[in-house]
């Protein structure tokens, strides 16, 4: 996993970013489009995060186990 996402930065997150979609879709609960550029960078903190934990769990040989309910 932490190979997969060493690979993904900002500006390709940022492409396949599907704003407008999501508000559609009510995936998020955005309700104007000037909220679009908040809401990305409040997910790209946490994706940042989540990378390095992967990152740091690959070093150490580490296993990674999640449950999704």
């Given at each position: 996993m932490?190979?997969?996402?060493?690979?993904?930065e900002?500006?390709?997150?940022r492409?396949?970013?599907p704003?407008?979609?999501m508000?559609e879709?009510?995936?998020?609960p955005?309700?104007?489009d000037?909220?679009?550029?908040e809401?990305f960078?409040y997910?790209?903190?946490?994706?940042?995060a989540?990378?390095e934990?992967y990152?740091q769990?690959?070093a150490s040989?580490s296993c990674?186990?999640?449950?999704?309910?």
């Open positions: 932490a190979s997969a996402l060493e690979g993904i900002e500006a390709w997150l492409e396949h970013y704003f407008r979609q508000m879709e009510g995936i998020y955005l309700m104007e000037d909220e679009a550029e809401f960078d997910i790209y903190t946490y994706f940042k989540i990378r934990f990152q769990a690959s040989a990674v186990v999640f449950y999704i309910s």
